[in-house]
């Protein structure tokens, strides 16, 4: 069987024509398994960044203001995370001095041991450099920068990336974010998928959806969610613990990051611009039309939901599709007939996606079924976030009196 790859690369500028003025379907972009980091992540790609990125000058202190405080704070470089095409992710401390000798943090940057105090001083530093270093115009950085930074200084959700502190620098600009140690959710998918059982997908699921809930009441749409822009707060060590409960779990156990395609919207706004990749696009996006961007949220989610289910995306070709076939039908093709159909959990006789009912009710995801088909459904008959909320598998997902809490971070020391 097919399993999951990574999304084609995004368009981040999202200024582009009018969909209108595109073709009404066109062909995916090609799989490029390499991607931009991460924000307030690991990287997978780390390997592969140029030597003098890769060992960022540990001696290095970011500068920037206090979201909350506006005071001026300070962290020092550990190492490298992630590299992007304009950007640079650095995991820092708040432990000015401290030895960085990486005592304290495995490989991958996750904390060892888990509850070692220098977990909550930890943040990932996103460094956009502009002009002849960075390779990007100023104009350009401003222009994307601007919104994203205006949308993460108001927002303030535990299942949303955390802005702890920005600076606007000459020849750069830094977004302090809180750090996420367990890679993304595409990486836990693939690598890690025994961990996924029915409990922690559903807690999982259902703080992403009260966190695109608040966006959306917020009238912020996302339109670019996909496994890779969900991060996991706990290293697959903790993820692993049988003794958790998912359902009274306190602290956030995910975070919905990269908010550079975001945007305000208008209550009845129909949008025109086609943003985000093209394997979560929903069927309006890809035939040109104006659509609502809470709604095209709502089609990303199913896409998720269906990758963790199936471990393959809905619109790839079908494991049993002949080559002739494959060839003719294009992902985009498929993406606008709305045609899909259940792979492992597949061979009941009844429905439109012919799912087995019992191999859903076996493992207790019945109600994870019913979402993913009331979503990957045309804009029409699409369910909405909140009938997702109002859900029992969504809204039963969580049991907390006050709600899903943040993590405790260390206050950074202040800058004389």
Same mark, same amino acid.
């Given at each position: 069987?097919?399993?999951?790859?990574?999304?084609?690369?995004?368009?981040?500028?999202?200024?582009?024509?009018?969909?209108?003025?595109?073709?009404?379907?066109?062909?995916?972009?090609?799989?490029?398994?390499?991607? =931009?980091?991460?924000?307030?992540?690991?990287?997978?790609?780390?390997?592969?960044?140029?030597?003098?990125?890769? $060992?960022?000058?540990?001696?290095?202190?970011?500068?920037?203001?206090?979201?909350?405080?506006?005071?001026?704070?300070?962290?020092?470089?550990?190492?490298?995370?992630?590299?992007?095409?304009?950007?640079?992710?650095?995991?820092?401390?708040?432990?000015?001095?401290?030895?960085?000798?990486?005592?304290?943090?495995?490989?991958?940057?996750?904390?060892?041991?888990?509850?070692?105090?220098?977990?909550?001083?930890?943040?990932?530093?996103?460094?956009?450099?502009?002009?002849?270093?960075?390779?990007?115009?100023?104009?350009?950085?401003?222009?994307?920068?601007?919104?994203?930074?205006?949308?993460?200084?108001?927002?303030?959700?535990?299942?949303?990336?955390?802005?702890?502190?920005?600076?606007?620098?000459?020849?750069?600009?830094?977004?302090?974010?809180?750090?996420?140690?367990?890679?993304?959710?595409?990486?836990?998918?693939?690598?890690?998928?025994?961990?996924?059982?029915?409990?922690?997908?559903?807690?999982?699921?259902?703080?992403?959806?009260?966190?695109?809930?608040?966006?959306?009441?917020?009238?912020?749409?996302?339109?670019?969610?996909?496994?890779?822009?969900?991060?996991?707060?706990?290293?697959?060590?903790?993820?692993?613990?049988?003794?958790?409960?998912?359902?009274?779990?306190?602290?956030?156990?995910?975070?919905?990051?990269?908010?550079?395609?975001?945007?305000?919207?208008?209550?009845?706004? =129909?949008?025109?611009?086609?943003? &985000?990749?093209?394997?979560?696009?929903?069927?309006?996006?890809?035939?040109?039309?104006?659509?609502? &961007?809470?709604?095209?949220?709502?089609?990303?989610?199913?896409?998720?939901?269906?990758?963790?289910?199936?471990?393959?995306?809905?619109?790839?070709?079908?494991?049993?599709?002949?080559?002739?076939?494959?060839?003719?039908?294009?992902?985009?093709?498929?993406?606008?007939?709305?045609?899909?159909?259940?792979?492992?959990? &597949?061979?009941?006789?009844?429905?439109?996606?012919?799912?087995?009912?019992?191999?859903?009710? $076996?493992?207790?995801?019945?109600?994870?079924?019913?979402?993913?088909?009331?979503?990957?459904?045309?804009? =029409?008959?699409?369910?909405?976030?909140? $009938?997702?909320?109002?859900?029992?598998?969504?809204? &039963?997902?969580?049991?907390?009196?006050?709600?899903?809490?943040?993590?405790?971070?260390?206050?950074?020391?202040?800058?004389?």
């Amino acid at each position: 069987m097919m399993g999951l790859h990574r999304s084609s690369p995004p368009n981040h500028t999202c200024v582009e024509k009018p969909i209108s003025q595109r073709p009404a379907v066109s062909h995916p972009q090609s799989r490029n398994p390499r991607r =931009r980091p991460s924000e307030s992540s690991r990287d997978t790609e780390v390997a592969d960044a140029p030597a003098d990125k890769g $060992k960022p000058n540990t001696s290095e202190i970011f500068k920037a203001r206090d979201r909350f405080d506006g005071k001026k704070r300070k962290w020092q470089a550990v190492r490298f995370l992630g590299q992007g095409t304009f950007s640079r992710v650095i995991l820092a401390t708040s432990q000015i001095g401290a030895e960085n000798n990486n005592s304290s943090t495995r490989k991958s940057g996750a904390p060892t041991p888990t509850m070692d105090p220098d977990r909550k001083t930890l943040v990932a530093v996103k460094v956009c450099e502009h002009g002849p270093r960075g390779g990007a115009s100023e104009d350009r950085i401003e222009m994307s920068l601007k919104r994203e930074l205006e949308i993460m200084k108001c927002i303030r959700h535990p299942s949303l990336v955390h802005l702890k502190a920005w600076s606007i620098e000459p020849t750069r600009a830094l977004l302090v974010l809180s750090y996420c140690p367990g890679g993304d959710l595409f990486d836990v998918a693939t690598s890690h998928r025994e961990l996924l059982g029915p409990s922690l997908l559903r807690r999982m699921f259902a703080e992403l959806i009260g966190a695109v809930q608040y966006l959306h009441n917020q009238l912020i749409v996302h339109r670019d969610i996909k496994l890779e822009n969900v991060l996991v707060n706990m290293p697959a060590s903790e993820l692993a613990d049988p003794t958790i409960d998912w359902v009274k779990y306190p602290h956030s156990v995910i975070t919905l990051t990269d908010l550079g395609l975001s945007r305000r919207i208008a209550e009845d706004e =129909r949008l025109e611009t086609r943003c &985000g990749s093209d394997d979560y696009a929903a069927p309006e996006v890809i035939m040109g039309q104006p659509y609502d &961007g809470r709604a095209t949220d709502a089609w990303s989610l199913g896409v998720l939901l269906y990758a963790l289910l199936e471990a393959r995306l809905p619109f790839d070709p079908a494991p049993n599709m002949g080559d002739a076939h494959r060839m003719r039908s294009r992902t985009s093709h498929r993406i606008a007939r709305v045609e899909w159909r259940w792979a492992e959990y &597949g061979g009941g006789e009844d429905g439109d996606h012919e799912a087995d009912i019992e191999k859903f009710r $076996k493992r207790d995801l019945v109600g994870a079924m019913e979402i993913t088909e009331g979503l990957l459904k045309r804009a =029409r008959s699409r369910w909405t976030i909140d $009938k997702l909320a109002s859900s029992p598998w969504v809204a &039963g997902g969580i049991d907390l009196a006050n709600g899903v809490t943040f993590r405790e971070e260390e206050k950074a020391e202040e800058v004389a």
